[in-house]
């Protein structure tokens, strides 16, 4: 068995990685890096590919696919969840990306006439590769892989949380002996406050501000982020009005369709309907003037109705912009966090709302990334990958040192032999 690292080594983004074993090729993801200008991994020759296995829907692993399906179809492997997430952010990525993608609609459609629905535990075989998904306590829908062949065993990670949250349960722990484990080490180098703690002061900040009459504008993620706020608050019982904006409601339906795959559906699908679900620019000017919350993409600042509501919300210091996303240097989020103020579209806006962050990450810390290695059998060779340089350095130490593992941080484009 080969591995080939195309991508998202020694980086966070655009993560690809070809897997062969008897002549024979299965992609594990296909993504890009989403910047000023989009980032592909190295290309490979869509005829070449057998199966894509997708881990889960966000575009750093989802958002070069259809590239391959610019003539004729594969099979692409994974929940159905997945497929539908990553549809509906592939095609917002095409609306925005504009004319420089390798691929556009059409091939969009032909990957998602190529999906293969695979659920959690069950298995599928692709020319002598046979695979199965486990559940990654990630974002819905996310998925690790165990794949075996040539007599060998494998695990790939893709993004992975082992603690619970209120969205989802943690990451399952894995039984089978490997040979090799392709990990994230996004956050090799810092563990995440306790979750528990995170959630009451959260609760406790919003409240009161809405108590003195302030609005609360939430920049978060359309998919996983804005749910799981949404669940957070209505689990602690919040008296005030919620609003849900921009493309976390369509998001946010196909959960309510999917809320099987989630921890307590019940508890979602009451958090989903005790929200507003904002209607048109009349229902923005109103909401972003009274006291409450309002739930909107993008996580970052960098566009979406989040963009408007910081112009409303941020003209007042009665009101509050709370991040519950981790902020990417360069984008208007990290700038509001680091100078009160930032530069949306070319407009400036200047904040006098309070702003603060808060740790809702759905990545293993460092101490949980250790953990769960300790707890694989076999004596697998450790690969890491979605992690910048330092940190996969960091973590290749560490799994040495503090787990006894063989361990490496590939650089894009190399290739070994498992
Ligand atoms: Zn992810
Ligand atoms: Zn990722």
Known sequence: MKLAFLGGAKEVGRVAIALRAGGNFILLDYGVTVDQEPLFPMHVAPKDVDAIILSHCHLDHSGATPALYVRGGKPVYGTSLTFELSELLISDFIKIAGYYLPYEY?????????????????????????????????????????????????????????????????ADLIDDELDAVVIEGTYANEDHPNRADVERDFVNAVREVAEGGGTILVPAFSVGRSQEILCVLYAHRFEHPISLDGMAKEASQILLRHASSLLDPRLYAEAARNAYWVEDWQDRRVIARRPGVIISPAGMLKGGPAAFYLSEVGRSDRNAVFLVSYQIRGTPGRELLDKGACTINGREHKVKASVRR?????????????????????????????????????????????????????????VYDV
């Open 106 to 170: 059409v091939e969009l459609q032909t990957m998602m006439y190529n999906c293969v629905n695979l659920n959690y535990g069950e298995s599928a075989e692709v020319k002598g590769i046979s695979f199965k998904l486990l559940n990654s306590g990630h974002v819905p829908g996310s998925a690790q892989a165990i794949l075996e062949a040539d007599g060998k065993r494998l695990l790939y990670t893709g993004d992975f949380n082992t603690r619970r949250t209120r969205l989802l349960k943690g």
């Open 358 to 414: 808060f740790d809702f990450s759905s990545h293993c810390g460092a101490s949980e990334l250790i953990e769960f290695l300790r707890r694989l059998k076999g004596s697998p060779t450790v690969y890491v990958v979605h992690a910048d340089e330092e940190n996969s350095k960091l973590f290749v130490k560490r799994a040495q040192e503090e787990v006894g593992l063989k361990a490496v941080a590939p650089n894009v484009g190399e």
